[in-house]
């Protein structure tokens, strides 16, 4: 379990998207620069103050790439720190050598574990670890001391990765909202496609069919045909646009309860009737009730035999909307209830807050019946 959870920390991407610069990272360095110079001033014990400023200053440049090359940072600072505890062990002074200006460094910490792959924070602790280590031995400490020390040391890193996990977790679902999403919108596409292909198909075997004997009829079954056809190329075109993430979605009207009653042009065996209060409900909900019906009627269309009346019943109250299928034919095919259609509907109205059934009628026939409340759940 602990090589598992090394190997998935070494093979951590970075962070997307780290900001390169901005202006508070520059008013940062000058900020380091200012107190660097007054700290050498005001303070008598400095042992190396005109190697100490120009140290800090150049090693505050680090801070303009914590971002984008946060191992880069920590190497540079932390290996100059480290070279700084070889000198001053060599030279055996005893008097201060670091600038209290110097902890910045700190801030590469935290921009180590906020922004760096898993390789970075690895390599970049191991260099934390030695100059900390390498510190407390020049310098012997109490043990509180000692352990205050660490703290300081590994508070920004853990910030800066709590921090991260808490970006990478409002990102993910940020992308399951997204997914959830598409998976909707791919539902209105197999929809949309599905019902008026269906109706395509339909009234051109009937103008087949009546094409010798009534040429009217025929003609009639082409406009039909080439309305149903113009209809799916647009529904089509606006839900692809949807699913690539464009504007052009927004733009397009929205299928709607009011829309229900078209439904009755696509077959002529097709009744709509609607009653109660449907005005003022949820967008989404009305969009729900129209695909639940054209879902509906499109399979009874294609699996109900030798079905004389496809009755489509819209209600409403205060609180819910009901949206009721029947048919009254045989089912052929594969079994009612079996497809994704039916579990794309069940699916829509349990994310409104809704339920929906689908089974067979009596004496025969399906029976799809839906209720969802009139505002839907977050609509």
Not at 196 to 213: D, E, F, K, P
Not at 229 to 245: D, F, P
Not at 345 to 374: F, H, I, N, Q, Y
Request: aromatic share 4%; with cysteine.
């Amino acid at each position: 379990m602990i090589l598992d959870a090394a190997r998935r920390l070494w093979a951590l991407p970075p962070a997307p998207d780290p900001p390169v610069r901005v202006w508070r990272d520059w008013a940062l360095v000058v900020l380091v620069t200012v107190t660097a110079v007054l700290e050498v001033t005001l303070r008598k014990d400095v042992a190396w103050p005109f190697a100490a400023v120009p140290m800090t200053v150049l090693l505050a440049g680090t801070l303009l790439w914590r971002r984008t090359h946060p191992l880069a940072a920590v190497l540079v600072a932390f290996g100059a720190v480290l070279v700084v505890e070889v000198a001053v062990r060599v030279s055996g002074t005893t008097r201060s050598v670091g600038l209290g200006s110097m902890g910045f460094v700190l801030v590469l910490g935290y921009a180590l574990y906020r922004w760096g792959s898993g390789r970075q924070i690895v390599l970049g602790s191991a260099v934390f670890g030695t100059a900390f280590v390498s510190s407390i031995t020049r310098d012997p400490t109490s043990l509180a001391e000692t352990v205050a020390g660490l703290f300081v040391v590994t508070l920004p890193a853990v910030v800066g990765l709590v921090v991260r996990l808490g970006f990478t977790a409002r990102t993910r679902a940020l992308q399951d909202a997204r997914s959830r999403e598409r998976e909707q919108l791919a539902r209105e596409l197999h929809d949309t496609v599905a019902h008026h292909v269906s109706a395509i198909v339909v009234r051109a075997q009937a103008g087949r069919v009546v094409a010798a004997t009534d040429p009217s009829a025929a003609r009639e079954a082409l406009a039909v045909i080439e309305r149903e056809g113009a209809r799916t190329l647009a529904e089509m075109r606006t839900l692809v646009a949807a699913l690539r993430g464009t504007d052009e979605a927004a733009l397009a009207p929205v299928r709607d309860v009011a829309d229900v009653p078209s439904l009755a042009s696509t077959d002529s065996r097709v009744v709509v009737e609607q009653s109660g209060r449907l005005e003022d409900l949820g967008p989404a909900v009305g969009g729900a009730v129209y695909r639940i019906a054209q879902e509906s009627v499109t399979n009874a269309v294609r699996h109900a035999r030798a079905a004389t009346r496809i009755v489509v019943r819209v209600t409403g109250d205060d609180d819910a909307v009901r949206c009721t299928v029947t048919d009254d034919g045989e089912t052929v095919g594969p079994v009612r209830g079996t497809g994704y259609g039916i579990v794309g509907m069940a699916e829509r109205a349990a994310l409104l807050g809704g339920s929906l059934t689908a089974g067979p009628a009596e004496p025969r026939g399906w029976v799809v019946a839906a209720v969802l409340p009139r505002r839907g759940v977050g609509a």
